[in-house]
C-alpha cells in the first residue's frame, strides 16, 4: 500500500514555463486535495476534489488549474510558472466520512521557479 | 487574517520532560481539530485529534486540550523523546459546512528534543 504518491519530487521552472504535478492514491478516498507549504505559513489550500468528478478553488488558486483523472488521481498544472510559486506542494487524500476526518499526505514536491 | 494560529515558532524541551504545543483559532465555526507531526523532506503524518463536543482526547504519550471558550487547544506530549524532533502543524475543521473536511493550517512549532 503506497498511500499518497507524488511526481515529481524535484522541480525547477523558468519564469513562464508550464509544468504538471501528478498525485495519485490508492486508498480508495472519495476527496483529494492540493496544498503548498511556505516558510511560516503552514499548508495552504489550493483547490480540492470532494468527489470524482468535481473540483473546487482553495485559499490561494490563482496561477493554477486541477484535474481529477478518476478517483485515484488528482492533477495540479501551473501554466505559466512566476516566481511566487516556488513553494512544496503537497497533496492529499481523505476518506470523508462521518467518522474519518484526517487527511493523509504524499511526500511533497519540491518547486523552484527561476 | 489566519484564522489558526501558532504564535510559538519553535521549542526546546528537555528529553523525558512535557512538551506542551499551543494554538490559537478565530472562526466559531470550526468543530474538528487536528495535530499533524512533519519530517524534513516527508508530508504531515496525521498524530492525534478532537471533536469540539470534548475537551480532551488521548493516545498514549499525547494528549489534546480544548478549550471552546478561549478558541484554545494545546498538544501534550509526555514524555517527551528525541525522536519527537519535528515540526508539528494544528489544523481545524468545519465538520458540518458541504466542503466536509477541507483543513486550515497553522504555521507549524518547530520542536526540537534534546537527549
Known amino acids: 500500500n503506497a498511500g499518497v504518491t507524488q511526481t515529481p519530487k524535484f522541480q525547477v521552472l523558468k519564469t513562464g514555463q508550464s509544468m504538471t504535478l501528478q498525485c495519485a492514491q490508492d486508498m480508495n478516498h472519495n476527496s483529494m486535495y492540493w496544498y503548498r507549504q511556505d516558510p511560516g505559513m503552514g499548508l495552504r489550500l489550493i483547490y480540492y476534489?470532494?468527489?470524482?468528478?468535481?473540483?473546487d478553488k482553495g485559499e490561494v488558486p490563482n496561477g493554477y488549474n486541477v484535474s481529477r483523472l478518476n478517483k485515484r488521481e488528482f492533477s495540479l498544472r501551473l501554466e505559466s510558472a512566476a516566481p511566487s510559486q516556488t513553494s512544496v506542494y503537497f497533496c492529499?487524500?481523505?476518506?470523508?466520512?462521518?467518522?474519518?476526518?484526517?487527511?493523509?499526505f504524499g511526500p511533497g514536491t519540491r518547486l523552484t521557479v527561476t | 487574517d489566519q484564522q489558526v494560529k501558532q504564535n510559538s515558532p519553535s521549542l526546546s524541551v528537555q528529553e523525558g520532560r512535557i512538551s506542551i504545543l499551543n494554538c490559537d483559532y478565530t472562526n466559531s465555526m470550526f468543530d474538528y481539530f487536528l495535530w499533524y507531526k512533519k519530517y524534513p523532506a516527508e508530508g504531515p503524518t496525521f498524530l492525534i485529534s478532537i471533536s469540539s463536543i470534548k475537551d480532551k482526547n488521548e493516545d498514549g504519550r499525547f494528549t489534546v486540550f480544548l478549550n471552546k471558550s478561549a478558541k484554545h487547544l494545546s498538544l501534550h506530549i509526555v514524555p517527551s523523546q528525541p525522536g519527537d524532533s519535528a515540526v508539528y502543524f494544528c489544523a481545524a475543521s468545519e465538520v458540518q459546512n458541504n466542503a466536509g473536511n477541507m483543513l486550515t493550517f497553522g504555521g507549524g512549532t518547530r520542536l526540537m528534543v534534546k537527549p
Open positions: 492529499a487524500s481523505s476518506a470523508r466520512t462521518s467518522a474519518s476526518y484526517e487527511q493523509y
Open positions: 476534489s470532494a468527489s470524482e468528478g468535481t473540483t
